[in-house]
């Protein structure tokens, strides 16, 4: 199609709304708190909101687990409080996004509820109920939180399927009639003026049938789901005349699925989150299990998707979210060089191909929780995790360590916008802890940072894509893909040549590139270092970014 469309300059910003501002005391972030702080939001120049989920939910899985799809739960304000964020969200001109979480519900929804009264319920095949075998599940799938992916339901004898907790079971999309549910309560927040949606697991909707054998890596990505996805874009996205962006969450997708899910003429989805990268530092068997990365292949992983989806399709660009550790302590150096390695991180991240996410705080480098006992763990992957690992023989210590590194919690904490006692996010006790590193981490410090702010980086960043259509549109091209330290490529659209190089180390870097950049007397069009020299010198300082106009 001639114009590409509107999000391939665009930048998300995600909003985890208990942690990002709370505006009545609770301890909890809320939708008030959110447009209280949409100036912060606009000088940075994000062009879409994405708000983890706001539904009515009894959060077991913070809000993951819905129990009403068409109310907002009194955590974070009523529906009137909504509709004014959303119109001042639009009259500042961002456009927001909501989570849209339809694998599963609550087990407190009301169409649950109906279908596990009794076996003949009307709504008894609106989920995925098994018979067990000799008292045992009906097959060895696995909880994403921990244990069976089965409950046996007394009230029926029978086993439902939840792939995360006994709090979330699994919706059937087989079942037309859920389907047909599912459009309907979008066209309802589509037709109130929402511009799209993140979907969460959204390849795991369709579970490879033929009785759902075999391992978990059967529950998911089941045949139907082009089917279902194209289903869905006839019935919600289709003939629609606003701007409408869909970003599906799809653990484990590869970039060959990725093609078809976001090819152009596959009227499925726009983008999919894929997590190739951030599992390049997983062990085998668990998340938890922290293995050294290596910059090779990380360069690897995300080139392939670069180059995979190049032609057809579109990536989305994170190194964080609500589910991952920050990034800043997981890639980069969150002690001496923290505002060289977070603008470093983001420069690499931002010039790639792709529609980057900023995820909330990253963009003033705030880092992991440091939390050092297990009491101060909110969320139910972590504290699943500790329970199974220490009954299981691993010592407490140890499962610290592990959940130090790994826990989603990690990114959890509220966010840090000043150096008073609970960081400017409450005027009560947070719901989880502050981290103790708000008194000099904090956005009002880096706003005052001058060259040094991590915001302003990212606003330059941010500005940068919006003004240059070879960072939206220009072909990539790895460099130096064997070097353990380098991450460098180039990015050219007509006559216009990019070369983005980061020093993913602490110490100084000797790069030949940039001597035949010097050479054609390139320019500097953004770098992360103060640099006298125009960023002609061959030399990388510890987690230095420059990107260089080469023609
Ligand atoms: O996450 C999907 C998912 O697979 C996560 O469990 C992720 O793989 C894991 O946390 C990485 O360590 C989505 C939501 O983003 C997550 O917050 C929810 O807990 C989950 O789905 C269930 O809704």
Redesign the pocket.
């Known amino acids: 199609s001639s114009t590409p469309p509107w999000w391939t300059d665009a930048v998300v910003y995600q909003i985890y709304p208990r942690s990002f501002a709370d505006s009545n005391g609770d301890g909890v972030g809320d939708l008030a708190g959110i447009r209280s702080r949409l100036d912060h939001l606009q000088q940075l120049g994000v062009d879409v909101l994405w708000l ?1 989920p706001i539904y009515r939910s009894p959060q077991a ?2 809000g ?2 819905i129990s009403d799809y068409r109310d907002i739960d009194p955590l974070f304000g009523t529906l009137a409080e909504f509709d004014a964020l959303l119109s001042e969200v639009h009259e500042r001109g961002m456009k927001l996004v909501m989570d849209l ?1 339809v ?2 519900t609550s087990d407190e929804h009301a169409w649950f509820e109906e279908s596990r009264s009794s076996l003949d319920s009307p709504k008894r095949d609106w989920y995925v109920w098994r018979d067990g075998h000799d008292g045992r599940e009906p097959n060895l799938w696995r909880s ?1 939180f921990g244990g069976a992916a089965w409950d046996l339901d007394e009230t029926t004898g029978q086993y439902y399927l939840h792939l ?1 907790a006994t709090k ?1 079971p699994d919706l059937n999309w087989e079942n037309p009639e859920v389907r047909a549910a599912v459009y309907e309560m979008m066209n309802w927040w589509l037709d109130r003026g929402v511009d799209g949606f993140r979907m ?2 959204i390849n795991y909707i369709a579970k490879v049938q033929s009785d759902l054998v075999g391992d978990s890596s059967q529950a998911s990505m089941g045949g139907q789901i082009h089917d279902f996805l194209q289903e869905m874009n006839r019935e919600v996205f289709a003939g629609r005349d606003t701007d409408l962006i869909t970003v599906g ?1 799809m ?1 484990g997708v590869t970039v060959e699925d990725a093609v078809l899910f976001t090819g152009h003429d596959r009227l499925e989805i726009d983008m999919v989150f894929q ?1 190739e990268h ?1 599992g390049l530092d997983h062990g085998p068997d668990s ?1 938890f299990d922290n293995v050294p990365l290596s910059l090779v292949d990380l360069k690897r992983s995300l080139g392939r998707w670069q180059d995979g989806l190049a032609e057809s399709g579109w990536n989305s660009l994170y190194l964080g ?4 550790p920050r990034s800043v302590s997981r890639f980069g150096d969150d002690g001496l060089y923290r505002v060289e390695s977070a603008t470093m991180l983001a420069t690499v991240l931002h010039l790639h191909r792709g529609t980057p996410y900023v995820y909330q705080g990253d963009e003033i480098g705030m880092t992991n929780a440091g939390f050092t006992a297990i009491e101060q763990y909110q969320d ?2 972590s504290v699943n995790y500790f329970a199974e690992a220490t009954a299981a023989g691993a010592s407490p210590a140890e499962v610290l360590e592990d959940l130090r590194y ?1 826990s ?1 919690d990690n990114a959890r904490t509220p966010v840090q916008w000043d150096a008073t006692e609970q960081a400017g996010f409450t005027t009560g006790s947070p719901w989880l802890e502050v981290n103790p590193n708000h008194v000099t981490v904090n956005a009002a410090a880096d706003r005052a940072a001058g060259q040094r702010s991590v915001f302003e980086h990212y606003r330059r960043l941010i500005a940068l894509r919006h003004g240059s259509a070879v960072v939206a549109l220009g072909d990539f091209a790895m460099l130096e893909p064997e070097h353990p330290t380098l991450y460098a490529f180039t990015r050219t659209l007509g006559d216009e040549t990019l070369l983005v190089v980061g020093n993913f180390s602490g110490e100084a870097l000797e790069v030949s590139l940039l001597e035949s950049a010097r050479a054609a007397a390139g320019t500097l069009v953004i770098g992360n270092y103060e640099t006298g020299d125009g960023g002609a010198d061959a030399t990388l300082r510890p987690w230095e970014a420059r990107v260089i106009r080469l023609a």
């Open positions: 983890s899985d913070n993951y687990d979480v694998n599963h994403a995360f979330q969460d697991v969450e653990p997590f951030v998340k979210n609500h589910d991952q139910i992957e790994r989603r």
